[in-house]
């Protein structure tokens, strides 16, 4: 399929002659765009131009009163800054850029915008819905974003989650899967996982399954880094991986096929997932902020996504300046309200037949997490499709619980009674769960402490080089803490000058942003051991930041979470070197933890 140029604004001759120089906002019934127009070069390319929809969650712009050039917009929701002149986001620094529409200047003197249209590959050998039969498509939940689909005779599964924490020990399961989840999964024809997050990659669940069928064909995206960049080092074996290219029907038989396609603003890393089975559409979106760039195929049958928010170390791990708890409360009421007008507005334009919110179900259940459960409230799954209902009550809303079903031929069937299209499970039926085993989880992580690793301080420059970020004008702060980031005796405490990548004893007298972050000691090092993203320390609430001045460093996050070597540090080389260095004593005493009845509470003196 071939792109296609699509004019989505003219100007008359006397509306362009009246654009002033700097930026316009235009507004066209539903559509509202941006024209930039360059006061230094008006003769010469004069026009910049996008649509008003911030990349971010889509967000509109609005002019920045801060702004003395004239030439930045910002974001009504998240406060995401824009310049125009250049296209790209200001706020957060190093970040996107803004998809631009083309201007068209014609010899009478009016001006198009005109917008490239990538192709719409669902509708390569589109084909009519058929006939289906009751209980030959249905979906049955097992916990947060794990969904079994049943289509004919294949069943695949979706980011299956079943047990373990996520990010390290930050994130547990607020649903108990059904009992059988196990042999259910190893049974599967397929499995889709939809990115690297351990909430959808969980290596608790694989190795699992890898024990049982290491030989079940798993499907994930061909995203820059890679679904399972490391699964050498967790040690699963599972034999049976297919990377997609995007946007491919992958034919699993005559009946069923699916294609993956990729996030328009997290495009390295998220995906999401379209299946066809006899023309019937089920479109999951997953996590993705922007799926496929917000080009959706329409009137699909089933829709799932994410609804519950809450997923970032932000704000609820930061402190100081204006991070108090009061402030805090304010921002979280307001970002799940726009989530959930966002998500309805998606929802609205895929306009589906059945719409599940899922991929939402998780709780910070530790009792050293306290704080954040009760700070980090989300959306329920009820508050979003009953204003989904308000503005679409044709569409269907499902509210799943572990172990329902539903079955798409009775929803579709209109002579049918749409409540026996969902079947709840079975009456008594334990559907939340009321413990969760955090020792035997914890203790595993808890092993890095004592590595060998940090008897020598030199870990510090090897990691920090191995990681490869640098030419920033960024100083890090880093302390090891105990459960309730108190410092610790004997962790470390040290700094990291990342413009020239040194590490200095104090911090540099020249004018530098700076990041200070206490990081539990047992995920900390467990990440630099293994070489993990920062995923488990910051989406994982396993640290506290402050920040000055209170900036989102872009670059530096990105980097630590996307972009760091797929392979951990040579660890083994390390330790040879030290050794013959100290003559095979360490220099320093490696701290450890306390005994495990003080775990919870946190660790203190050692």
Known sequence: MEQKSVEVLRLTPRETDGLRPGINLVCREADSFVIYKDPKNPDDDPYKACRNICKHQGGKFVQDVEDPGCSVLRCTKHGWKLDCSTMKYVNPPDSFSQERLVPELDEDGSLALVELIPPEPWKVDARAPQDIQPGEVQLTFFAHACMELKVGDKTMFFDPWLTGPAFARGWWLIHEPPADWLDKLSRADLIYISHVHSDHLSYPTLTLLAEKNPDIPIYVGDTAMPVFCKLKQSGVRLNRIHVCNFGVWQEINEDLRFMILMDGVHPDMDTCILVDYKGHLILNTVDCTQPNGMRLPKNVDVMMSDFAGGASGFPMAFSGGRYTDEW??????????????????????????????????????????????????????????????????????????????????LVLDDTVDRSLAIVDPPPGTKIYKDSWDFDSYIDKIN???????????????????????????????????????????????????????????????????????????????????KGLFWDDLYIGFNNRISRNPDTF??????????????????????????????????????????????????????
Not at 355 to 372: L, Q, S, T
């Open 553 to 606: 460093h872009f670059r530096f996050w990105n980097h630590m979470q996307i972009l760091l070597p797929e392979q951990p540090p040579d660890w083994s080389s390390f330790l040879h070197e030290q050794r013959m260095m100290h003559d095979g004593k360490p220099a320093r005493a490696v701290w450890k933890p306390s005994k495990k009845s003080d775990s919870i509470a946190g660790c203190t003196v050692c």
């Open 328 to 409: 805090k409360a304010k921002f979280i009421a307001t970002e799940r309200k726009k989530l959930l007008y966002y998500k309805t507005q998606v929802v609205r334009d895929v306009n589906p037949k059945v719409y599940c919110p899922f991929a939402g179900y998780f709780v910070e259940a530790h009792p050293a997490d306290k704080y954040i459960r009760d700070t980090n409230t989300k959306n329920s799954a009820e508050q979003l499709n009953a204003l989904i209902n308000r503005y679409s009550d044709h569409i269907v809303p499902w509210t799943p619980k572990p172990g329902a079903t539903l079955d798409l031929a």
């Open 447 to 529: 092993e890095s402490i004592e590595s060998e690793v940090f008897a020598y301080p030199d870990w510090i420059p090897v990691y920090y080089r191995w990681a490869g970020f640098r030419d920033y004008n960024l100083v890090l702060r880093m302390i090891e803490t105990d459960d309730d980031f108190h410092p610790i005796e004997g962790g470390y405490d040290f700094l990291v000058d990342f413009s020239d990548l040194s590490f200095p004893q104090q911090r540099p007298s020249r004018e530098h942003a700076y990041l200070e972050i206490k990081n539990r000691i047992g995920v900390h090092r467990q990440t630099v051991l």
